[in-house]
């Protein structure tokens, strides 16, 4: 158990669309990361959180992307105008403050049709 | 810039024997570097880590892993590879200047034959 949940675990949508992926990590991790997995590709980072601040974007966080933290404690990642290029999984990761590893959930998988 | 190139697509070997994945890095900094292992459609699993010290770090199941400076590498090894080793292992590289966000190489999928 590597204390980060995600939900929901898989999700078809139809172009156009709007979907909401939800990550849950526990209270130690303080910092929190979203990547983006395609087919045969390894995760690319997408943004970063320090407790409710959201610290670094990646390019590929288009305008219809958002991430939000606001307690600090749960992350929502929004995906709005959904295109078929937007399929992949989205994963989430946790980490302390105290520490050098991220621990990762296991993932949402979206299929844009 | 930092990239991780893993420069075997597949892999396959037969069971118990020897497995080597290999891992090049490009960072300018001592790096922390990460090897992890991936089940089709699940996450991904930490198998070792490495940030400083020893260069030969032991990870879980039976893994290990080689840090080479000279050689701008970090190969991951198994002496006896069992079956259910079958699955993707991806090798990163972690940004010690501030948001410790990772990059990763494009993964080695691994076969293990019976």
């Known amino acids: 158990d590597t204390g980060v949940s995600q939900d929901p675990r898989h999700k078809i949508t139809k172009r156009g669309q709007n979907v909401t992926f939800r990550c849950d990590p526990i209270s130690e991790h303080n910092r929190l990361y979203w990547y983006r997995q395609t087919l045969g590709q390894g995760p690319e980072f997408l943004t970063y959180?320090?407790?409710?601040?959201?610290?670094?974007k990646s390019r590929l966080l288009s305008d219809r992307f958002s991430a939000e933290r606001p307690k600090g404690s749960f992350s929502t990642l929004e995906i709005q105008r959904t295109e078929q290029g937007d399929s992949a999984m989205y994963l989430c990761a946790g980490q302390p403050n105290s520490g050098n590893t991220i621990y990762f959930g296991e993932g949402s998988w979206l299929t844009v049709v | 810039a930092q990239s991780v190139t893993q420069p075997d697509i597949h892999i396959t070997v037969s069971e118990g024997a020897s497995l080597e994945l290999r891992c090049n890095y490009s960072?300018?900094?001592?790096?922390?570097l990460f090897w992890y292992v991936q089940s089709p459609g699940q996450g991904l699993q930490l198998l070792l880590k490495?940030?400083?010290?020893?260069?030969l770090v032991q990870g879980i199941k039976g893994f290990e892993a080689e840090f080479k400076r000279s050689q701008s590498s970090f190969n991951l090894r198994k002496p006896s590879v069992h079956w259910s080793d079958a699955a993707e292992y991806f090798c990163a590289v972690g940004d010690s200047s501030g948001t410790y966000k990772y990059i990763f190489g494009t993964g080695t999928r691994l076969k293990v034959l019976a």
């Open positions: 959180f320090q407790n409710e601040a959201q610290l670094e």
């Open positions: 960072y300018g900094a001592t790096p922390y």
């Open positions: 490495y940030f400083s010290g020893d260069t």
